[in-house]
T-cell receptor, first 111, second 109 residues
Framework: NAGVTQTPKFQVLKTGQSMTLQCAQD?????MSWYRQDPGMGLRLIHY???????DQGEVPNGYNVSRSTTEDFPLRLLSAAPSQTSVYFC??????????FGPGTRLTVT | EDKVVQSPLSLVVHEGDTVTLNCSYE??????LLWYKQEKKAPTFLFML????IEKKSGRLSSILDKKELFSILNITATQTGDSAVYLC?????????FGTGTSLTVIP
């Protein structure tokens, strides 16, 4: 099993550009989520999904879109990048009420 | 508003010391509490607690949950430099995981 994979590992964007962060898991987990981590702020939930076709907003959803067309994939789209979106992004997956498995993270810089 | 608060924010100890990290929570639908260790990369799972008063133990690390007082502690005995990390507490409510801001532990040789 590859677990949770994320691509890319690093990305630099200019303000206003759009991009998609990819996340995939091969553990047949129903629950997937996206977090951003900023210094002193811990992990903040952006969006999550409890199964294919179902997504919901977390604590900081503005500026981000998600979709869940398959159990395996949960891409995060930045619509128009802003410097405030400079952060480290983690994708995670789990079975219901179980521990989350985290991907390796994507370090995004918006200039 | 659901929230998880960890204390202290940071801690510096000498090798061999014992440390206690705290996590308190206020959530509307508690299902479980989880502890993670993060060392400059993705968080790695330590414990999941669902029942009060039952200690989970793994080597020098242990954790316990008090559902009446709404808190958990993570103990690390005989600390080593490899224990230096950020320790994250999270509470699962049935649809979301809420994370605290973490406790940064530094162990000095």
């Amino acid at each position: 099993n590859a677990g949770v994979t994320q691509t890319p590992k690093f990305q630099v964007l200019k303000t206003g550009q759009s991009m998609t962060l990819q996340c995939a898991q091969d553990m047949n987990h129903e629950y997937m989520s996206w977090y951003r981590q900023d210094p002193g702020m811990g992990l903040r939930l952006i969006h999550y999904s409890v199964g294919a076709g179902i997504t919901d907003q977390g604590e900081v959803p503005n500026g981000y879109n998600v979709s869940r067309s398959t159990t395996e994939d949960f891409p995060l789209r930045l619509l128009s990048a802003a410097p405030s979106q400079t952060s480290v992004y983690f994708c995670a997956s789990s079975l219901p009420s179980a521990k989350q498995y985290f991907g390796p993270g994507t370090r995004l810089t918006v200039t | 508003e659901d929230k998880v608060v960890q204390s202290p924010l940071s801690l510096v100890v000498h090798e061999g010391d014992t440390v206690t990290l705290n996590c308190s929570y206020e959530v509307t639908n508690f299902r479980s509490l989880l502890w993670y260790k993060q060392e400059k990369k993705a968080p790695t799972f330590l414990f999941m607690l669902t029942s009060s008063g039952i200690e989970k133990k793994s080597g020098r690390l242990s954790s316990i949950l008090d559902k009446k007082e709404l808190f958990s502690i993570l103990n690390i005995t005989a600390t080593q430099t490899g224990d230096s990390a950020v320790y994250l507490c999270a509470v699962y409510t049935g649809n979301q995981f809420y994370f605290g801001t973490g406790t940064s532990l530094t162990v000095i040789p």
